[in-house]
């Protein structure tokens, strides 16, 4: 999955942004809207990555695996392996500006 990952990171028609998202109920960590995914960026950027582009690849999957399959991949990412996430992800959004 995490190959899958960095390949989706390359792709044009992905957007990422960094955005407030607001929820009464809950915090927010990010949303997948289609081909742009929001991300909340002041908590667990690199787990909330994981998991919006979970969503992204496999829309067919609940929450409640999302989350599973999100917390198994990050636990067995290694400190490089997110600083490359982290670069890709920084990369990505300045192709689009960070903007919708």
Not at 44 to 54: F, G, Q
Not at 83 to 89: A, E, G, V, Y
């Amino acid at each position: 999955m995490i190959k899958q990952i960095y390949k989706a990171l390359k792709d044009k028609k992905l957007k990422i942004r960094f955005s407030w998202i607001e929820d009464k109920k809950s915090y927010v960590y990010g949303e997948c809207f289609g081909d742009e995914i929001v991300i909340n960026p002041y908590d667990a950027v690199v787990a909330t990555l994981i998991h919006e582009m979970i969503h992204w690849k496999h829309p067919e999957i609940n929450e409640r695996s999302t989350v599973r399959l999100e917390e198994n991949i990050h636990a067995q990412l290694t400190m490089r392996q997110k600083k490359h996430l982290i670069n890709l992800l920084l990369k990505k959004v300045g192709e689009n500006g960070g903007k919708k």
